[in-house]
């Protein structure tokens, strides 16, 4: 089905509204006319009327020649009008002997029907005190024709008028909404010309009127959002790449080494184990992107249910029992909330933020998980003591394969993913993360809701 444009909807509704309104207008002034002249047909008759009963008053004693040449010096000049003169019988006594009939009577006025004759409007009126006339009533008839043909001349101005009124309008119409339409036009051609290479270019907005600014900023805020995406996307697709390329190049040189020449049993399983810890590691980081492409796309926790959080953070606590007594750091649990959302999920995040907290606090620190409530949201936080942590640093903590450091070259512990994963989970919670420098420490966490 083809789909009008704005400018041909426009066109199309204001022309439709011209035709309506030419229409109405037009209708009212031929009805008008018509009335005006139907009145004052109806006072002309009604005036004859009174003329013929003052020539019957006058010759009420003479004779009937005498009346007949009275009328008949009154229809000299008025070749429309007709006059007939009935006695008690409706015979004609004065007029054209073949008397109309009545086709139709309308509000006191008869319309009449000739059989050789043009159509004609009339009045009969009993004549009551005719003395020794034989007149007991008369027919006084004007002759509509010419009536009729003014108002048909009349129609065909009005018409022709209408038609032009109403061509002039849509053309009007057309060239109104064009130039009022040029804007998006413009707009328009500066969307088109926007690409890949050139998202930081933004729609203008010093010259648009006030009914499309508000779509050209929300239209350039989307563009911001775009440009972030993407930026994102091909830092993603970068750091990916090298990500994966480190442990492909030393799988392929370990299976290279192998394959030069032969090796015992012993060796090769060995070889082999290796290379099984690295796609153990690359599996490991490659489901880890999966999650955050989900969470990227808006998807939101499962489950929800109400949790113990005092009670998830004892469960990481206990999970991580041998890693804090290898590293020789205690770990203490602080305060007690409650919240709503997926368990797995969170036990995820309570242990990236532990592990976190492990690999940047020296040995024999203490490592703090503290729980609370604040503005109607359940936060959980893991404190480390060490320096504080440099604002760049900080801004940039949750961004997918940061290293704070720096540094590309795979520890074998962590690619950079930990931390990401956490605001994955804060945002499928309607939550958020933060962190935050003490005088002694950090503190990392995020807020849930309750």
Not at 67 to 84: A, Q
Not at 243 to 271: C, G, M, Y
Not at 406 to 424: D, K, M, N, P, T
Request: proline share 4%; with cysteine; charged share 25%.
């Amino acid at each position: 089905m083809t789909v009008l444009s704005i400018r041909q909807r426009l066109v199309l509704t204001l022309g439709l509204s011209a035709v309506a309104v030419f229409a109405v207008v037009g209708g009212i002034l031929y009805w008008a006319l018509a009335h005006q002249l139907e009145q004052a047909d109806r006072d002309g008759l009604a005036g004859k009327v009174r003329i013929v009963r003052h020539f019957i008053d006058e010759t009420r004693d003479g004779s009937v020649n005498d009346l007949r040449h009275h009328i008949d010096d009154v229809l000299i000049g008025h070749g429309e009008l007709r006059v007939w003169l009935l006695d008690a019988q409706r015979r004609v006594t004065v007029g054209d002997p073949a008397l109309p009939t009545v086709a139709q009577r309308m509000e006191g006025v008869l319309r009449l029907a000739h059989a050789d004759g043009p159509p004609m409007e009339g009045l009969e009126v009993a004549v009551d005190n005719a003395g020794a006339l034989p007149v007991a009533s008369m027919l006084v008839a004007i002759d509509i024709r010419p009536r009729l043909r003014l108002l048909a001349a009349y129609l065909v101005v009005l018409v022709a008028a209408c038609t032009i009124g109403v061509l002039a309008s849509i053309g009007l119409a057309a060239w109104t909404t064009r130039r009022g339409l040029q804007p998006l036009v413009r707009l328009s051609a500066e969307a088109t010309a926007i690409a890949p290479a050139s998202l930081s270019v933004r729609l203008r907005d010093d010259a648009v009127d006030p009914e499309v600014h508000g779509l050209v900023r929300a239209f350039n805020a989307a563009l911001d959002r775009v440009e972030q995406a993407y930026r994102r996307m091909e830092a993603f697709n970068a750091d990916v790449a090298h990500e994966l390329r480190t442990p492909l190049a030393s799988l392929i040189n370990a299976a290279q080494v192998t394959l030069s020449s032969a090796r015992p049993p012993e060796e090769l399983e060995q070889t082999l184990a290796q290379q099984l810890d690295q796609l153990e590691e690359m599996k490991g980081m490659v489901n880890d992107m999966l999650f955050l492409a989900r969470a990227d796309r808006g998807e939101s926790a499962a489950v929800w249910h109400d949790l113990d959080l005092r009670t998830e953070a004892r469960k990481a606590l206990d999970y991580f029992e041998a890693a804090l007594a290898d590293a020789s750091i205690t770990a203490e649990l602080v305060g007690d909330a409650r919240s709503r959302g997926d368990a797995g999920l969170v036990r995820r995040a309570l242990s990236n933020l532990l592990s976190n907290a492990i690999k940047h606090t020296s040995r024999g620190g203490t490592i703090e998980l503290r729980l609370g409530q604040e503005d109607g949201q359940a936060i959980v936080e893991v404190y480390n003591p060490g320096e504080p942590i440099p604002e760049a640093v900080r801004t940039r903590m949750f961004d997918r394969f940061f290293r704070a450091d720096g540094s590309r070259q795979h520890s074998g512990e962590s690619v950079g993913l930990g931390l990401a994963i956490v605001r994955a989970i804060a945002v499928m919670h309607r939550g958020s993360v933060f962190v935050r420098s003490e005088a002694n420490g950090n503190a990392v966490g995020l807020r849930l809701p309750v």
